[in-house]
């Protein structure tokens, strides 16, 4: 008998920050699909937004681009389908809906713009795949929200999204970022907003034993320099424990470093360098609130549930 052509679809998730492209094919493994190609380019939508609203016309012109391109290179690969979901920083923009027709226009694909809640549905199916019915928070920070989910047995029980994000944070708090000598009175002022960020979110304290897993590029790319990776190896980084002393000695490192210097710490790349600063400060204050002595970190995010939902 002839083999069957593998199906092959693609999902482009849009966020605040930056743009991901992932293509799969079929597969008759969990979940359903291997992923073929994964792209991730840092295209700062959200830059300004928090000020007035609207999306930018060089963010929008850098992300068009992009998304342009993925959509393209998906397309190389013979993909079926190819899904489109935009988070935080269309979920927030008065122009998002001429963003998005644009893409339509130029690309032939439709942007889903999806609620907080259902993000966090989505990261959560994603982080929990291997955690083996055991009770756990999943954190996903993003470039304009960040979002929790409980579960217990693989069972959601609550769900938060917060407005609170790497960029928000970098443009309050460290707009000068990184001048090699970010003032410890900001790294404070960013903690304290953030604590009172989650506070007010309502989140609580999860019971001791569960499992803190975080999602998304900031933690990746801690998890990336702490085990000094050149670039970035999903394999060697998914499952990657982050403590308390990791997360302080990279803040102190952040904070005392130029961007000449931060671009040669394995693992940071250029494009993260300006906002790694204002990522480590949530984690950390995440971990505080959470008296978590460690995160796990895990290389699955939303466009990793989108292609499960696609080839289910």
């Known amino acids: 008998m002839p083999d069957i052509p593998k199906q092959k679809k693609a999902v482009i998730d849009i966020g605040t920050n930056s743009i991901k492209l992932c293509v799969a094919e079929s597969s008759n493994t969990p979940p359903g699909y291997l992923p073929i190609y994964d792209e991730i380019k840092i295209t700062r939508l959200g830059e300004g937004l928090s000020e007035k609203n609207k999306l930018g016309a060089l963010p929008s012109e850098r992300s068009m681009q992009t998304i342009q391109r993925f959509a393209a290179k998906a397309r190389e690969f013979g993909v079926s389908e190819i899904r489109a979901a935009g988070t935080a920083a269309l979920r927030k923009a008065a122009n998002a809906g001429s963003f998005c027709s644009k ?6 694909i439709d942007v889903e713009i999806i609620s907080g809640e259902h993000e966090a549905q989505l990261s959560h199916s994603a982080a929990v795949f291997s955690a083996h019915e055991r009770d756990c928070v999943v954190f996903d920070i993003g470039g304009g929200s960040t979002e929790f989910i409980y579960s217990r047995n693989n069972e959601i029980c609550a769900r938060i999204s917060l407005n609170l994000g790497v960029m928000n944070i970098k443009e309050k708090y460290f707009p000068h970022e990184p001048a090699g000598n970010a003032n410890k009175d900001s790294v404070g002022e960013a903690c304290l907003e953030i604590a009172d960020n989650l506070h007010q979110g309502g989140l609580a304290v999860p019971e001791p034993g569960a499992l803190l897993i975080g999602i998304g590029g900031t933690i990746t790319t801690m998890a990336l320099v702490k085990l000094k990776l050149p670039k970035f190896l999903p ?46 400060c949530i984690v950390k204050t995440v971990m505080d609130s959470f008296n978590a002595k460690s995160v796990t970190v895990s290389t699955n995010g939303l466009r990793h549930a989108v292609l499960a939902e696609m080839f289910r």
């Open 103 to 108: 893409v339509k226009d130029t690309c032939g």
């Open 235 to 280: 394999d060697k980084v998914n499952g990657t424990a982050l403590n308390t002393n990791d997360v302080k000695s990279q803040i102190d490192l952040y904070q005392n470093s130029t961007q000449e210097e931060r671009v040669k710490i394995p693992g940071l790349c250029a494009d993260r360098a300006d906002i790694i600063l204002a990522g480590a």
